[in-house]
């Protein structure tokens, strides 16, 4: 059966100080004896991922990185590698978030590189998708979408697929407090399993998580989790909240 994950994108949020308490606030209210089928992730900006890590330690919250390169080291100012985050704990990582798409350049040949060097490095990925509204009002998403995961994620063998997590966000919905709605969602996430089952086995599609992202908050979680395809949640502003996010994760159990 596939796993339940709601993964926290604290994008460029918190200090040192403000991430080792909202870890703290989450390990004593998330009810650890029930996350038997669901993963919770949280993934701090890179300066504080190697705290985290140490306050993570005995609980069964996961610490993830928001991004990385696609070399292992050489002259690339301000990036960060694989290698470098496997070495401190963490072997999650976000790739291709909208964020990263629109403000940084990031494209489906640098993604499908990054995705790549993850993939060698043994590390899980957490592979964001979506379309822009003017995307969705012209009636390209199905389109759009395909297209970001073909790009980055088909030339994987299926062997590699046990470490990609998917993670459906709408772009208009990101910040927006407007939500896909739980049926658009379920479109969305069937229809990539679909894709992904008929270039490789409805087997492999079977076993993938695909997360939804976009103002997920504890007054819609459980009516979108509950939808067949949705696997959990990446989760933006309300992941700043000890009480939001604990309240997003009991709703997947
Ligand atoms: P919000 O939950 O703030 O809309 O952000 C979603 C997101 O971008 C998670 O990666």
């Not at 994950?5 to 460029?12: E, F, Q, T, Y």
């Not at 297209?147 to 709408?170: C, D, M, R, T």
């Not at 979680?221 to 700043?240: N, Q, R, T």
Request: charge should be negative; aromatic fraction near 8%.
């Amino acid at each position: 059966m596939r796993k339940n994950i709601v993964a926290g994108n604290w994008k460029m949020n918190l200090t040192l100080s403000e991430s080792v308490s909202l870890i703290k606030e989450l390990k004593t209210k998330i009810n650890q004896d029930s996350l038997e089928n669901t993963r919770v992730i949280v993934a701090p900006t890179f300066v504080n991922l190697f705290a985290a890590t140490e306050v993570v330690e005995d609980t069964m919250i996961e610490v993830a990185a928001q991004n990385m390169h696609f070399e292992d080291n050489g002259a690339f100012t301000g990036e960060i590698s694989g290698k470098m985050l496997q070495e401190i704990g963490v072997n999650t990582v976000i790739l291709g978030h909208s964020e990263r798409r629109t403000y940084f350049g990031e494209t489906d040949e640098i993604l499908k590189k990054k995705v790549e060097k993850a993939i060698e490095n043994n590390q899980e990925v957490i592979f964001c998708f979506g379309e822009q509204l003017e995307e969705r009002k012209e009636g390209k998403h199905f389109e759009v979408v395909t297209s970001q995961v073909e790009k980055a994620l088909f030339e994987l063998g299926a062997e590699n697929w046990k470490n990609i997590i998917l993670a459906y966000e709408p772009v208009w919905a990101i910040g927006t407090g407007e939500t896909a709605s739980p049926a658009q969602a379920q479109e969305i996430h069937a229809y990539i399993r679909k894709f992904i089952a008929e270039n490789y086995s409805s087997e492999l599609a079977e076993t993938i998580s695909i997360l939804y992202g976009g103002s997920v908050k504890p007054a819609n979680a459980k009516e979108i989790f509950s939808k067949p395809d949705v696997d959990g949640g990446l989760i933006g502003g309300a992941a700043l909240k000890a009480d939001d996010f604990t309240a997003i994760v009991n709703a997947t159990i």
